[in-house]
């Protein structure tokens, strides 16, 4: 026995060390998302409509070498780029926060033409009176009229490299130097020889660039394009001319780029509250449980652990299936911190249920783990199951939380059943320790819990018909951009400045009607919804207006309708089946579809009542409170089947009761459990509401609402609901 517990010791420490090698240095190991370290991420249509059935084959993978050469100029480690359908392309640039380049740089078709102008002034006076003709097109350059010939004299397609490079007439003003392949420079020479003393426009994407008088000749096959370009839009330009056009023009439907300042203060905030919220939590375990709730606290830390040594392994040792840790993912670790502790909880409450009846110190750890056992398997596998079928319909950030629910529910059921039962058997061996004390603030209930059933209906019935009304009444204000489309700015000034003179400097460029809103505790910091791109409109009009105030970009959201309306059918899509997998387990495992359907009403119950109260709040619905809701439904079932496990016990040990007697039995017995792992998983999301930050004001929020509502849920809707479905157990 001793040897085999040896064994496992050993095997345990291995373990420790395997997953802190892969966990610090934490910003080396473990591949932060960028919500979290700041950059961009940005959805790409392809729109191919236009071309013919020959051009459109290949032409999303033609697109995206084209978007990945231009973007591997930037130099940005760890971009990602990749199909995502048949005509989107998902881009991200860690880091990278130079929001007008990359779109300029991306979204430019770079298509390269030499056309010949027209010279006779008699057709370019025609051209301006509206009779231009079937073989001109008129153009500006500097705000002055030039009438080109439509027919291409040289395509940009047999340009061959582009450089930058200085001019020394003019004062080393930039351009960039085009060199030809073989095929492109006797073709340019010739129509260089051909066209000696007229102008040759160089057209990009449709707009002149330059039109200088070819003076000679040019038989080397280079061309150069000048401009008033600073170094970095030569540089640009020469990167879309060397790597090659687009096989057809590019659509951003959807932008999120959050700011570096950003990214830092999420993630100061985010450890901040997740550390107090420990802490708070590892000071009451060890209050409550004394020893066993010390040996509860090194099996969460563990569980930290392995969860952030998981996403560090993934990262270094197969990075191309890398899990990145995101503001969603902390959701997930929220999560599963809740249900480790319930585990904990669950086992500690068993042991000292042993002891109450006399049993010995060893026989009552072996039984307290035998008995908890089912209870954690079945909420832990539930969660599992609703975590795959998010992963499988969810979009992104669902995706995100998946995956770290996943990581961690594995690890929850690793060190509460394995790890802390090692410890306790360590413990164990030194023959002095008989007892163990555990403070107890709760005596023994037999409230019945069916009696007012009514009164908790109404009161739940009239939540929800206030939630309804009030989403009805607001209508699709109640969606942040991710849904409803649009897009989201939020900046940063040095000094305060009033919402009338915001709104007045808005006024002047027509943007009058724009949403301001300042952000709760940060009065320096303003949030501004409009249906249209305007980011660069409104940061060139409040540079100018308030001179002297730095602005600092923390994030801008952009959204396209479609893609909003696609993240919504995506979120519902993925709620349902998660809610499917949920019924169909807890049916078939305890055997009754009563149990499950009870349960799934009240996790629509606390679902349906969170979003009722975030809306009548005036809190906007979002892919974060998406996530929140999933998190609350993950908590919520664990609960109900923390019940319906000690309701097939009693029912095993009373089968002569009523299914009154049973129910009611089981939830008293539970409550203390109930309680207790509630209010230990609301000092971690109270901690992230104060000390998260704004990102997470509002998620920690939703949580808050939704686990209170989840308390109440499981004794006063599915315990009734149970009572009154089920005739036998």
């Known amino acids: 026995m001793q040897r085999k517990l040896l064994i496992r010791t050993g095997l345990l420490l291995l373990t420790v060390g395997f997953f802190a090698w892969f966990t610090f240095p934490f910003e080396k190991r473990v591949n932060l998302g960028l919500d979290l370290k700041g950059g961009m991420h ?87 009176n509206g009779n231009i003709g079937d073989e001109y097109e008129l153009k500006y350059l500097d705000k002055k009229p030039i009438l080109l010939h439509k027919e291409t004299a040289l395509s940009g397609e047999l340009v061959k490299d582009a450089r930058v490079d200085f001019s020394h007439e003019q004062f080393g003003m930039p351009y960039v130097s085009l060199n030809f392949n073989s095929v492109g420079a006797k ?42 370009f600073s ?6 330009l020469s990167v879309i001319l060397r790597v090659g056009s687009l096989p057809a023009p590019i659509y951003i439907e959807e932008e999120r780029t959050i700011g570096p300042l950003l990214g830092q203060d999420s993630i100061k905030a985010g450890i901040t509250a997740c550390v107090v919220g420990f802490i708070l939590v590892f000071a009451f375990m060890s209050f409550y449980y004394l020893l066993p709730g010390i040996i509860a606290n090194i099996a969460l830390l563990l569980n930290i652990l392995i969860i952030f040594g998981t996403l560090g392994f993934l990262h270094v040792v197969m990075p191309e299936f890398a899990a990145t840790l995101t503001l969603p993912g902390i959701a997930g670790i929220v999560l599963t911190i809740g249900m480790a502790v319930d585990a904990n909880v669950l086992i500690n409450e068993r042991i000292r ?45 669902i995706k995100g939380f998946a995956v770290t629910l996943t990581i961690g529910l594995v690890a929850s059921m690793f060190t509460a059943i394995i790890v802390t039962r090692t410890i306790f058997e360590l413990v164990l061996l030194n023959s002095k320790v008989t007892r163990i004390a555990m403070i107890n603030f709760f005596r023994k209930t037999n409230i019945d819990f069916f009696k007012r059933r009514k009164i908790f209906y109404c009161v739940s019935l009239v939540l929800i018909a206030m939630g309804v009304f009030s989403y009805l009444k607001k209508g699709d204000s109640v969606y942040g951009v991710d849904f409803a489309g649009g897009q989201l700015q939020e900046y940063a000034f040095e000094k305060e400045i009033a919402l009338t003179d915001l709104r007045s400097s808005l006024s002047e460029i027509g943007l009058g009607d724009t949403s301001i809103q300042k952000i709760k505790d940060e009065p320096r910091h303003v949030l501004l919804r409009t249906a249209e791109d305007t980011s660069s409109m409104i940061q060139t009009k409040f540079k100018e207006d308030f001179t002297g105030n730095k602005l600092e970009v923390l994030r801008i959201e952009k959204v396209g309708p479609v893609i909003g309306e696609q993240l919504k059918k995506k979120a519902i899509l993925a709620l349902i089946f998660a809610l499917i997998g949920i019924l169909l387990y807890v049916g078939l495992r305890f055997k009754h579809f009563a149990f499950g359907l009870a349960g799934i009403i009240a996790l629509l119950h606390d679902c349906l009542i969170s979003l009722g109260i975030l809306v009548m709040s005036n809190q906007q619905i979002d892919l974060l409170i998406v996530t929140a809701l999933l998190t609350i439904a993950g908590y919520s079932i664990n609960d109900t089947i923390v019940i319906y496990d000690r309701v097939r016990e009693v029912a095993k040990a009373h089968p002569k009761s009523s299914v009154r007697e049973i129910v009611n039995k089981a939830v008293n017995q539970t409550l203390s459990r109930t309680i207790i792992t509630t209010f230990l998983t609301l000092l971690v999301v109270v901690s992230l509401l104060y000390l998260g930050g704004q990102i997470l004001n509002g998620f920690a929020f939703c949580l808050l609402i939704g686990f209170i509502s989840g308390i109440y849920s499981t004794i006063y809707i599915v315990s009734p609901l149970v009572i009154s479905w089920q005739k036998r157990i």
């Open 42 to 128: 940005l959805v790409l249509k392809v729109d191919s409509s236009k071309l013919d059935a020959d051009a459109k084959q290949g032409a999303l993978e033609r697109a995206l070498e084209v978007v990945r050469n231009r973007i591997d100029e930037f130099g940005v480690r760890e971009t990602v780029i990749q199909l995502q359908g048949d005509s989107q392309i998902v881009l991200q640039l860690p880091g990278f926060t130079d929001r007008e380049r990359a779109i300029d740089l991306i979204k430019k078709t770079g298509y390269l033409e030499f056309k010949l102008v027209e010279d006779d002034a008699n057709n370019l006076r025609n051209a301006l």
């Open 187 to 228: 073709e340019f020479a010739l129509l260089t020889r051909e066209n000696v003393g007229r102008r040759l426009a160089i057209v990009l994407d449709g707009n002149i660039k330059s039109a200088p008088v070819i003076q000679e000749e040019i038989p080397s096959g280079n061309a150069q394009i000048s401009g008033r």
């Open 231 to 236: 170094v970095q839009e030569a540089n640009d």
């Open 353 to 397: 249920e042993e002891l109450s009846l006399g049993r010995s110190l060893r026989a009552a750890v072996s039984n307290g783990y035998d008995k908890a056992f089912s209870a954690i398997f079945d909420s832990n596998l539930t969660t599992l199951i609703a975590a795959a079928l998010l992963f499988s319909f969810g979009t992104g950030p």
